[in-house]
C-alpha cells in the first residue's frame, strides 16, 4: 500500500473521531505553542535587556569601592569607601580612557512652591552626558567650572520634571527648587531613555559631584566612577590602566587585593544574558513538558484506536493487510496527529508572541528555529508515541481480531 | 480436474492455560476447481479450526495444506498475508465491512492491499458491485444498506480480486429466509461459472445448496457425501 493511501486513511480515521482527535491534538497544541511562545518571550527579553545595557554608556566602565571584611566576614560590595575625586582626576589621564564621571549617590526631597517630589539624587560632573550617554533635552548641562566651583544648580529627569512642574504647565529651566532644603536652580532637563533594567533614568536630579559631597551627602568619597573607554578596542587596556592606578594611587601593596572592583558593560551585558537565557530555558523546560504530556495523550488514543477498531484491523488482515500496512496505517496516524497539532500550535504560539507584544508590553522575538524545532518535535512525538500501538495493532492475529467484539 | 485444496492429515492443537485441545484430529480433504462443498458439524466439532486453516487465517499445527498447489503450512505471516489477498475471497457471517466506509472503497480493500493502482481498483470494484447487483449503491456506506445488500457488498469484495477459492463461514447466519436464498443463488450462480465455493454452515437448508457436504464431529470427517436432492435458488428472484 502506498504512502498516500496510507495518509488518506488516516485522515480519514482522524476526521471520523472529530472531537477525540481534536481533543487529543489539543495537548500537543499547547505543547508546541507554548514552547514557541515562551521561546519568543525569552528572546524578546533578552534582546531589550542587551539594548537597555548598551543604553547605559559606550565602553562602559563602572569602578566600585572594594568590598571589606570583618574577621572572615566578607562584608559584601560598596561596604569600603575607598574612592575618591583624586582617583577619578588620575584615570582621566589615561590615554585609554576618554572620559570619567565620577558619582555620588542619595534619595532627594525636591520642592517646588507646593509641590514635592522625592527622587534619587546622583552629583556628577560634566563628563556625564558623554560617558553615561545621555543627553539634554531643554536648557544646558553643568560645566567644569561649575562643578569646581560647587555651584547650586541641577539637571533632573523629565519624570522629575513632569511630577514637579504638574505636566509641564510651567519650564522648568531657570526655576528655583529647594533640593533637601537647600536651593538650587535648574538649568536643564534630560531627554528621555527609559529604564534599564530595575532603575529608571527619567527619575533622576543630577547634580554638580562638590556641592552633593559638601552639602548634601557628606564626605570626601565618591560612590561609584564611571569611565568610557577611548575605543571598544581599548576596553581592556582602560580597565588595566585604571586598576594600576588606583593600586598606585592607593598605596597598596603587589600582595594586597584591589580595593575596588572594575565591572564592565560585557560583564553586565553577559550576565543579563545569562539570567534571560537560564529564565528562557526554564520556561521553554516547563513547556517542553506539556509537549511530552501532549504526547501521552496521542499515545493514549492511539491505543483507545487500537483497542475500539481491533474489528477493522482483524477484517484488513483477512483480507491480505500485511504486518508492516497495520503499522504504517497507525503510525501515520500518530504522526499526521501530532503533526496537526504542531502546525496549529505554531500558528497559536506565534500569534499569542505577536499580541503578548502588542498588548502585553513585552518585547518577543519569533525566529524560524524554534518554529522549526516544535515542527520536528511533534512529529517526533508522533513516531515515539505512536510506534507501540502501532506495534501492537500489527501484532494482532486475524482470527483473535476477527472475532473480537 | 485440478485440485485447488489439499489437506493431508492435517492437526490443529490449541492450548489453553495448561490444557491442549485437539480441535482437528488427523484431518485429510481434497477439493477440486469448480466444487461447491458444504462444512457442516456441530459447534465444537472443528468446522471453524478447519475453516480458519483453509481461510489461511491459522496454521495447522501437523499436516500439509496445499492451496493452489502452494505449501501453505511453512509459510510466513505475511506470505498468508499475500495468499489470503490474492487466493481467498471471504463472506462472513456478519459480513464484516469497515463502517463509515463506502461501498466501493470496501471492495477497492483487497487491492488496495494487492497494490493495484488507483483507477483500476475503482474501475473493479464498481464492476464487481455491478455484478452483484448494487450498481445503485456504489456509494452507501454499510449502516445505510440493508442486510442483504451488505452481504452482496462482501461478496463483491471476496471476488474483485479473482480468488481462487470463495470461503463463506455461515453467510446466511444473519438473514432472513428470503434473503438467504437470494444469496446462496448468488453463490450458486459463480459456482456455475466455475468459481470453487466452500460453505460452512449448520444450517441443512443452506448445506443442501451445495454439490458436497462434509461433515465434522469431535475434529473428525465422519462423512463426505454427494448432495443427491441439490435445491436450486430461483435465479430470477436473485437477478437485481
Not at chain 1, 531589550?48 to 571589606?68: H, M
Not at chain 1, 562638590?210 to 552639602?215: I, K, N
Not at chain 1, 502546525?343 to 522575538?365: D, E, P, R, Y
Not at chain 2, 436464498?181 to 468459481?195: P, S
Given at each position: 500500500?502506498?504512502?498516500?493511501?496510507?495518509?488518506?486513511?488516516?485522515?480519514?480515521?482522524?476526521?471520523?473521531?472529530?472531537?477525540?482527535?481534536?481533543?487529543?491534538?489539543?495537548?500537543?497544541?499547547?505543547?508546541?505553542?507554548?514552547?514557541?511562545?515562551m521561546?519568543?518571550?525569552?528572546?524578546?527579553?533578552?534582546s531589550?535587556?542587551?539594548?537597555?545595557?548598551?543604553?547605559?554608556?559606550?565602553?562602559?566602565?563602572?569602578?566600585?569601592?572594594?568590598?571589606?571584611?570583618?574577621?572572615?566576614v566578607?562584608?559584601?560590595?560598596?561596604?569600603?569607601?575607598?574612592?575618591?575625586?583624586?582617583?577619578?582626576?588620575?584615570?582621566?589621564?589615561?590615554?585609554?580612557?576618554?572620559?570619567?564621571?565620577?558619582?555620588?549617590?542619595?534619595?532627594?526631597?525636591?520642592?517646588?512652591?507646593?509641590?514635592?517630589y522625592?527622587s534619587?539624587?546622583?552629583?556628577?560632573?560634566?563628563?556625564?552626558?558623554?560617558?553615561?550617554?545621555?543627553?539634554?533635552?531643554?536648557?544646558?548641562?553643568f560645566?567644569?567650572?561649575?562643578?569646581?566651583?560647587?555651584?547650586?544648580?541641577?539637571?533632573?529627569?523629565?519624570?522629575?520634571?513632569?511630577?514637579?512642574?504638574?505636566?509641564?504647565?510651567?519650564?522648568?529651566?531657570?526655576q528655583t527648587?529647594?533640593?533637601?532644603?537647600?536651593?538650587?536652580?535648574?538649568?536643564?532637563?534630560?531627554?528621555?531613555?527609559?529604564s534599564?533594567?530595575?532603575?529608571?533614568?527619567?527619575?533622576?536630579?543630577?547634580?554638580p559631584?562638590?556641592?552633593?559631597?559638601?552639602?548634601?551627602?557628606?564626605?570626601?568619597?565618591?560612590?561609584?566612577?564611571?569611565?568610557?573607554?577611548?575605543?571598544?578596542d581599548?576596553?581592556?587596556?582602560?580597565?588595566?590602566?585604571?586598576?594600576?592606578?588606583?593600586?598606585?594611587?592607593?598605596?597598596?601593596?603587589?600582595?594586597?587585593?584591589?580595593?575596588?572592583?572594575?565591572?564592565?558593560?560585557s560583564?553586565?551585558?553577559?550576565?543579563?544574558?545569562?539570567?534571560?537565557?537560564?529564565?528562557?530555558?526554564?520556561?521553554?523546560?516547563?513547556?517542553?513538558?506539556?509537549?511530552?504530556v501532549g504526547?501521552?495523550?496521542?499515545?493514549?488514543?492511539?491505543?483507545?484506536?487500537v483497542?475500539?477498531?481491533?474489528r477493522e484491523?482483524?477484517?484488513r488482515?483477512?483480507?491480505?493487510?500485511?504486518r508492516?500496512?497495520?503499522?504504517?496505517?497507525?503510525?501515520?496516524?500518530?504522526?499526521?496527529?501530532?503533526?496537526?497539532?504542531?502546525?496549529?500550535?505554531?500558528?497559536?504560539?506565534?500569534?499569542?508572541?505577536?499580541?503578548?507584544?502588542?498588548?502585553?508590553?513585552?518585547?518577543?522575538?519569533?525566529?524560524?528555529?524554534?518554529?522549526?524545532?516544535?515542527?520536528?518535535?511533534?512529529?517526533?512525538?508522533?513516531?515515539?508515541?505512536?510506534?507501540?500501538?502501532?506495534?501492537?495493532?500489527?501484532?494482532?492475529?486475524?482470527?483473535?481480531?476477527?472475532?473480537?467484539? | 480436474?485440478?485440485?485447488?485444496?489439499q489437506?493431508?492429515?492435517?492437526?490443529?492443537?490449541?492450548?489453553?492455560?495448561?490444557?491442549?485441545?485437539?480441535?482437528?484430529?488427523?484431518?485429510?480433504l481434497?477439493?477440486?476447481?469448480?466444487?461447491?462443498?458444504?462444512?457442516?458439524?456441530?459447534?465444537?466439532?472443528?468446522k471453524?479450526?478447519?475453516?480458519?486453516?483453509?481461510?489461511?487465517?491459522?496454521?495447522?499445527?501437523?499436516?500439509?495444506?496445499?492451496?493452489?498447489?502452494?505449501?501453505?503450512?511453512?509459510?510466513?505471516?505475511?506470505?498468508?498475508?499475500?495468499?489470503?489477498?490474492?487466493?481467498?475471497?471471504?463472506?462472513?457471517?456478519?459480513?464484516?465491512?469497515?463502517?463509515?466506509?463506502?461501498?466501493?472503497?470496501?471492495?477497492?480493500?483487497?487491492?488496495?492491499?494487492g497494490?493495484?493502482?488507483?483507477?483500476?481498483?475503482?474501475?473493479?470494484?464498481?464492476?464487481?458491485?455491478?455484478?452483484?447487483?448494487?450498481?445503485?449503491?456504489?456509494?452507501?456506506?454499510?449502516?445505510?444498506?440493508?442486510?442483504?445488500?451488505?452481504q452482496?457488498?462482501?461478496?463483491?469484495?471476496?471476488?474483485?480480486?479473482d480468488?481462487?477459492?470463495?470461503?463463506?463461514?455461515?453467510?446466511t447466519?444473519?438473514?432472513?429466509?428470503?434473503?438467504?436464498?437470494e444469496?446462496?443463488?448468488?453463490?450458486?450462480q459463480?459456482?456455475?461459472?466455475?468459481?470453487?465455493?466452500?460453505?460452512v454452515?449448520?444450517?441443512?437448508d443452506?448445506?443442501?445448496?451445495?454439490k458436497?457436504i462434509?461433515?465434522?464431529?469431535?475434529?473428525?470427517?465422519?462423512?463426505?457425501?454427494v448432495?443427491?436432492k441439490?435445491?436450486?435458488?430461483?435465479?430470477?428472484?436473485?437477478?437485481?
Amino acid at each position: 500500500m502506498s504512502f498516500i493511501e496510507c495518509v488518506r486513511i488516516s485522515f480519514r480515521s482522524i476526521r471520523a473521531n472529530g472531537l477525540r482527535s481534536i481533543l487529543t491534538m489539543l495537548g500537543i497544541i499547547i505543547g508546541v505553542a507554548a514552547v514557541i511562545a515562551m521561546v519568543a518571550i525569552g528572546e524578546g527579553t533578552s534582546s531589550s535587556v542587551a539594548s537597555q545595557i548598551n543604553g547605559l554608556g559606550s565602553n562602559l566602565l563602572i569602578v566600585s569601592p572594594g568590598q571589606a571584611t570583618q574577621g572572615r566576614v566578607n562584608l559584601g560590595a560598596g561596604s569600603l569607601n575607598t574612592l575618591t575625586l583624586a582617583d577619578a582626576e588620575a584615570i582621566v589621564t589615561k590615554e585609554s580612557v576618554s572620559g570619567v564621571a565620577p558619582s555620588v549617590n542619595g534619595r532627594a526631597q525636591i520642592v517646588w512652591g507646593a509641590s514635592n517630589y522625592s527622587s534619587s539624587l546622583e552629583g556628577t560632573t560634566a563628563a556625564f552626558l558623554q560617558v553615561r550617554n545621555a543627553q539634554v533635552e531643554s536648557g544646558r548641562f553643568f560645566s567644569n567650572f561649575e562643578v569646581k566651583q560647587q555651584f547650586n544648580v541641577a539637571v533632573i529627569g523629565t519624570e522629575v520634571a513632569s511630577n514637579l512642574f504638574a505636566n509641564n504647565s510651567t519650564n522648568p529651566i531657570g526655576q528655583t527648587v529647594q533640593i533637601n532644603r537647600i536651593p538650587f536652580t535648574i538649568i536643564g532637563v534630560l531627554k528621555s531613555q527609559g529604564s534599564s533594567g530595575m532603575t529608571n533614568n527619567d527619575d533622576r536630579i543630577l547634580i554638580p559631584i562638590t556641592t552633593a559631597m559638601s552639602r548634601l551627602t557628606g564626605g570626601k568619597n565618591v560612590g561609584t566612577i564611571y569611565v568610557s573607554a577611548a575605543s571598544a578596542d581599548q576596553m581592556e587596556q582602560a580597565q588595566a590602566d585604571i586598576q594600576s592606578t588606583l593600586r598606585s594611587n592607593h598605596n597598596l601593596r603587589p600582595q594586597t587585593a584591589d580595593d575596588f572592583r572594575i565591572t564592565s558593560q560585557s560583564d553586565i551585558l553577559s550576565t543579563a544574558q545569562e539570567v534571560s537565557s537560564s529564565m528562557t530555558a526554564l520556561l521553554s523546560g516547563i513547556a517542553a513538558i506539556s509537549l511530552i504530556v501532549g504526547g501521552i495523550g496521542v499515545m493514549n488514543i492511539m491505543l483507545v484506536s487500537v483497542t475500539e477498531r481491533t474489528r477493522e484491523i482483524g477484517i484488513r488482515k483477512a483480507i491480505g493487510a500485511k504486518r508492516g500496512d497495520i503499522l504504517r496505517q497507525f503510525l501515520i496516524e500518530a504522526v499526521t496527529l501530532s503533526l496537526i497539532g504542531g502546525i496549529v500550535g505554531i500558528v497559536i504560539g506565534v500569534g499569542a508572541a505577536l499580541l503578548i507584544s502588542k498588548f502585553g508590553g513585552m518585547t518577543t522575538a519569533i525566529s524560524v528555529s524554534p518554529i522549526l524545532y516544535a515542527f520536528l518535535t511533534s512529529s517526533l512525538v508522533g513516531v515515539v508515541f505512536g510506534v507501540y500501538p502501532a506495534r501492537k495493532a500489527a501484532q494482532l492475529k486475524p482470527i483473535d481480531a476477527l472475532r473480537y467484539e | 480436474m485440478k485440485p485447488v485444496i489439499q489437506i493431508e492429515d492435517l492437526k490443529k492443537l490449541y492450548r489453553i492455560g495448561d490444557q491442549e485441545i485437539q480441535a482437528l484430529r488427523g484431518v485429510s480433504l481434497t477439493i477440486e476447481e469448480g466444487d461447491f462443498v458444504a462444512i457442516m458439524g456441530p459447534s465444537g466439532s472443528g468446522k471453524s479450526s478447519m475453516m480458519n486453516v483453509i481461510g489461511c487465517l491459522d496454521k495447522p499445527t501437523f499436516g500439509e495444506f496445499y492451496l493452489d498447489g502452494y505449501p501453505v503450512s511453512e509459510a510466513h505471516d505475511d506470505e498468508l498475508a499475500e495468499i489470503r489477498n490474492r487466493k481467498i475471497g471471504f463472506v462472513f457471517q456478519n459480513f464484516n465491512l469497515l463502517p463509515r466506509t463506502t461501498a466501493v472503497e470496501n471492495v477497492e480493500l483487497p487491492l488496495l492491499y494487492g497494490g493495484t493502482p488507483a483507477r483500476e481498483r475503482r474501475e473493479r470494484a464498481i464492476k464487481a458491485l455491478i455484478d452483484v447487483g448494487l450498481e445503485q449503491r456504489l456509494n452507501n456506506k454499510p449502516n445505510e444498506l440493508s442486510g442483504g445488500q451488505q452481504q452482496r457488498v462482501s461478496i463483491a469484495r471476496a471476488l474483485v480480486n479473482d480468488p481462487v477459492i470463495l470461503l463463506a463461514d455461515e453467510p446466511t447466519g444473519a438473514l432472513d429466509t428470503r434473503t438467504s436464498e437470494e444469496i446462496m443463488g448468488i453463490f450458486q450462480q459463480l459456482n456455475d461459472a466455475g468459481k470453487t465455493v466452500i460453505l460452512v454452515t449448520h444450517e441443512p437448508d443452506i448445506a443442501e445448496y451445495a454439490k458436497r457436504i462434509v461433515r465434522f464431529r469431535d475434529g473428525q470427517i465422519v462423512s463426505n457425501e454427494v448432495v443427491t436432492k441439490r435445491r436450486r435458488a430461483f435465479l430470477e428472484e436473485v437477478k437485481r
